[in-house]
């Protein structure tokens, strides 16, 4: 059975840092399988924030973290990785990570097909 299963969220001040991370199971991160980070606010769509696809040459991020967040994944760990960087407080949401298996990414929540439960984030002073 594969599972996901985030860790690392918490309480942060505006301008401050957080590493998220995605731990997978149940399949091999050395296999063509896409990580997708998503987050989701009180009230609000599920949002893609960006993707990595196996070797790390496909990378993708929505043009409100560009600069401020960097995906990526360690294999033989089976584990990816968000660095979220000078966070503001409309980042505060649910994060998410997600898998596919596919060679190119798309930050695309309704092409995700296993999820993982979620941790929050809270970006406040």
């Known amino acids: 059975q594969v599972q996901l299963v985030e860790s690392g969220g918490g309480l942060v001040q505006p301008g401050g840092s957080l590493r998220l991370s995605c731990v997978a199971s149940?399949?091999?991160?050395?296999?063509?399988?896409?990580i997708g980070w998503f987050r989701q606010a009180p009230g609000k769509e599920r949002e893609g924030i960006s993707c990595i696809n196996r070797n790390s040459a496909n990378t993708q991020y929505v043009d409100s973290v560009k600069g401020r967040f960097v995906i990526s994944r360690d294999n033989a760990k089976n584990t990816a990785y968000l660095q979220m960087n000078n966070l503001k407080p409309e980042d505060t949401a649910v994060y998410y990570c997600?898998?596919?298996?596919?060679?190119?990414?798309?930050?695309?929540?309704?092409?995700?097909?296993?999820w993982g439960p979620g941790t929050q984030v809270t970006v406040s002073s």
């Open positions: 997600a898998t596919i298996r596919a060679h190119l990414c798309r930050v695309v929540p309704e092409w995700f097909d296993v």
């Open positions: 149940g399949l091999s991160l050395s296999d063509p399988y896409i």
